[in-house]
């Protein structure tokens, strides 16, 4: 009985422990986020380890299109695009000598480029995983294809073989499977048009990509100078104020947004505390005491106290010449896609964006993460948008 009496008490003790240690996890949880607005999409997917997030983002934003307009959720097929996109990029790159960047990144207008072009066809009929993995590891296909298109460049036997491309599509259909010509899907057969046409049923000259630098004039068109923008396509360029707007305009009237930006920043920390920030020292609210320990610190020590993330603090003010001067210098550079599906705001009343994330259920808010709006304006690379989204008078000024 005496043992009972004190197993019990170890159990309740233990116990004790572990809702202690619960509650002390929760209390240290540095952002706090109240969802504003939250638009429909479909379920977070897992680009693993490949270089597609390009594709997963782009269409997660045509499958929350789709759900917009009152159409049936889907599982669209990422790998028919990136296998599409990769052969379409071989033929590009062999004609331009190798001169182009080719790997497995890529562009919004990739995916809408390989839609109307070649169709579509949802995740069930072809998910590209045709190599002994049950996730997408796309480094040996990436070097493989990579190996192939630089033999083919330097061009060994002094001309061109009419076998090329076979060979590149050869090496597509190994890894990922060959394409599919006709296939069923809930009781009715389709072609990969028949499906784009009947079933997804977009009107993808709708879709416009946007973006805000002073290098090119603003309510032009020019071919943003990313590397993975292979195909050469054109943005609109509008004023820092006007992209902001357009971003809220869409949230607010229920639109997603695709968005492209830079995440190698330090205050990109979406796995560890879910949030996208351009933290910066806030010295009028130190203390007498905290102004003395910053002032004794080295540059390497007061980033380590910034980027703790401890709780929300004032960010960077983002102007047009700060945007710039980061893209023009490499610190903003085209590094991943995704999708702002809603809004937020954190404890102090601050905004933010909601972004769906292609990297599984990774982090507290199963795969989506909170980005702040001087994150987004500074670090966008580019946006696809439904043109219906632009407010008029932007809309008028890009004669769409």
């Not at 590891?137 to 061109?160: M, Y």
């Not at 610190?297 to 001067?325: C, H, M, S």
């Not at 893209?327 to 590094?335: A, G, K, R, S």
Request: aromatic letters at 12%; hydrophobic letters at 35%; charged letters at 25%.
């Amino acid at each position: 009985m005496h043992k009972l009496r004190n197993l019990l008490l170890a159990g309740l003790l233990l116990i004790s422990f572990i809702v202690s240690a619960q509650e002390e996890k929760k209390e240290e949880k540095s952002y706090q986020f109240t969802v504003v607005k939250e638009i429909p999409c479909t379920p977070v997917k897992d680009q693993y380890r490949s270089g597609t997030c390009w594709s997963f983002s782009g269409l997660g934003f045509l499958e929350a299109e789709m759900l917009r307009l009152g159409k049936p959720a889907v599982d669209l097929s990422e790998m028919f695009v990136v296998y599409h996109s990769y052969s379409d990029k071989a033929v590009k790159y062999v004609r331009l000598h190798g001169s182009l960047n080719f790997g497995g990144g890529g562009a919004f207008h990739d995916v809408t480029n390989v839609i109307k072009e070649n169709g579509i066809v949802p995740d069930e009929v072809y998910n590209g995983l045709n190599y002994g993995e049950e996730k997408h590891v796309h480094g040996e296909l990436d070097r493989i294809l990579l190996d192939q298109a630089k033999a083919i460049v330097e061009n060994p036997n002094k001309k061109l073989t009419t076998a090329w491309h076979d060979a590149i599509n050869g090496t597509l259909d190994t890894y990922l499977g060959k394409l599919p010509e006709k296939f069923n899907y809930q009781g009715k057969e389709y072609t990969p048009q028949s499906f784009a046409k009947d079933f997804v049923g977009l009107n993808l000259e709708d879709f416009v990509e946007i973006t805000s630098f002073s290098h090119h004039p603003f309510y032009s068109k020019f071919i943003i100078e990313v590397p993975d923008n292979w195909s050469w396509d054109q943005v609109y360029n509008v004023p820092l104020n006007e992209l902001d707007e357009i971003i809220d305009n869409a949230i607010n009237t229920g639109y997603t947004v695709a968005w492209a930006a830079d995440v190698s920043e330090k205050g990109f920390s979406t796995s560890q505390k879910g949030v996208a920030v351009l933290p910066m020292v806030d010295k009028a609210n130190m203390t007498d005491a905290e102004i003395n320990k910053w002032e004794k610190q080295t540059e390497k020590e007061r980033n380590e106290d910034l980027y703790k993330l401890a709780k929300p603090g004032l960010e960077k003010v983002i102007t047009q010449e700060i945007r710039q001067i980061d893209f023009d210098n490499y610190q903003t550079t085209d590094d991943h896609g995704m999708v702002i599906v809603g809004t937020a705001k954190d404890q102090n009343g601050t905004p933010y964006y909601k972004v769906k994330n292609s990297w599984g259920k990774y982090n507290d808010y199963d795969g989506y993460f909170f980005a702040s709006k001087p994150y987004v304006m500074c670090k966008t690379t580019s946006i696809m948008i439904h043109k219906d989204a632009i407010p008029k008078n932007i809309r008028k000024k890009l004669n769409l």
